[in-house]
């Protein structure tokens, strides 16, 4: 039976051009290390320089400088958040995030409250877009920085990030924004969007794991929080990964050439399945109808649990699709988004994420749709609910 793989927020294959443009790094004559004086280490340092140049484009930095090199959208989020609340002391200690981040922004902010500094969680509608209005009362000019990000990636809500970021620097304060969901499938401006501080990871674009990127605008200081060797401007020390931030840096040029009319196709393929699994009894889409990523389509169906709908499709069909976010799915918790738009504990165990990618057809529409249903139903029929 073929795969089908319907859970890309997860995980990425790496796009076999990337791996082909990336592999020499890690052999040949540009093995070296980056900070080295001699050829091999040059070669490095160039390849470096040109990925920098790569992923500035695809989010239309004002400067390659703009963008630091991490391992990935947690240390990105880490850097962004603890880097300038720590730097920034001297204006306050508040800290803002929405009820939806990611746990690598929920948890840092939740680390800096324990070192005394206030939280304050921005609530979100029933589609997961943040109230706007709430912000605007909640926010005091003594708040270091204001986390909201571009894209959920488990609901798929797209957020007024140009709306909000007007109303965080009318207080005169910093917004980040993570965008490892959003980038590579919708246009990321940070000029044309008023963004400070924003988070990108190379696998969730086709990359290679181990390597992600924090933007920061020209003239927003940050304290790093890894010390070192003073690598990437001193803000974060290790020699980097040269294999990864290369392939990192091919798969935004890709991206930025390719991603309109892959999304457009891609959107075509999601609205049906959207359509067909919406004809299922008691399914309901979660996230905003329209407001949202364009590979993305999420669900809750009254009466089951999420993790049964993934273990049968996986074992039945071999087709992935996920229950929420991977990283913490394992706890079997109900999702702190889903609770957060409003489901009760029962509601949010029931959903299901699928997120497309390039090796996704319309031919697989019916066969998806199919495997679903028969999935829902036989469940169902064993569920004593
Ligand atoms: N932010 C968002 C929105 C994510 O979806 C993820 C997971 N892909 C992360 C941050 C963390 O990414 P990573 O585990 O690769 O650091």
């Known amino acids: ?19 082909e443009f990336a592999e020499r790094y890690l052999k040949d004559n540009y093995f070296g290390n980056p900070s080295s004086l001699y050829s091999v280490g040059l070669e490095a340092k160039r390849a470096i320089e040109d990925a920098r140049k790569k ?3 695809l989010i239309n930095a004002e400067k390659e400088t703009c963008i630091v090199f991490t391992s990935g959208a947690t240390e990105s989020n880490n850097l962004a958040i603890k880097g300038t609340a720590l ?17 690598s922004v929920l948890n840092p902010m939740k680390e800096l409250q324990k070192r005394g500094f206030e939280l304050t969680i921005i609530p979100v509608d029933s589609t997961g877009v943040v109230d706007t209005e709430k ?10 920085v204001t986390s909201i990000m571009y894209a959920n990636n488990e609901i798929g809500t797209i957020e007024p990030i140009k709306e909000i970021s007007e109303i965080v620097h009318e207080k005169g304060l910093y917004l980040h924004v993570d965008a490892t969901a959003a980038a590579g499938r919708i246009s990321v401006d940070v000029q044309n969007d008023g963004i400070d501080l924003l988070t990108l990871s190379s696998n969730d674009i ?41 392939g990192m840096g091919e798969a ?3 991206a930025k050439a390719e991603m309109a009319q892959e999304c457009k ?14 004809t299922i009894d008691e399914s309901y889409l979660t996230g905003h109808p329209t407001q949202r990523l364009p590979h993305h389509a999420s669900f809750r169906f009254g009466r089951i649990e999420g993790e049964s709908i993934l273990l049968n499709m996986d074992m039945t069909y071999n087709i992935q699709v996920s229950t929420g976010s991977a990283c913490t ?18 509601e949010a165990h029931g959903s299901m994420v699928l997120t497309l990618g390039r090796s996704n057809a319309f031919e697989e529409i019916p066969i998806i749709t199919k495997a679903v249903k028969e999935t829902v139903q036989r469940l169902r029929e064993l569920s004593p609910l």
Not at 135 to 144: E, M, R, V
């Open 206 to 246: 086709y990359g290679p794991q181990g390597a992600g990127a924090l933007y920061i605008k020209p003239g927003v200081r940050l304290q790093s929080i890894l010390p070192g060797g003073g690598q990437e401007r001193g803000l974060r020390s290790g020699t980097e990964n040269v294999f990864a931030i290369a």
């Open 135 to 144: 912000l605007n009362a909640i926010l005091t000019n003594d708040t270091t």
């Open 1 to 19: 039976m073929r795969r089908i793989y319907l859970d890309h927020a997860s995980a990425m294959p790496v796009d076999p051009r990337v791996l």
């Open 87 to 103: 730097r920034n002391i001297g204006k306050g200690k508040k800290v803002a995030a929405s009820a939806i981040e990611h746990m």
């Open 55 to 57: 992923v500035a484009e």
């Open 329 to 346: 799915s394992r706890t079997l918790e109900p999702s702190h988004v889903l609770l957060a738009i409003g489901l009760k504990h029962e």
């Open 252 to 254: 935004a040029g890709i």
């Open 265 to 278: 196709r891609l959107k075509g393929i999601r609205d049906d399945l959207i359509a067909a699994m919406l």
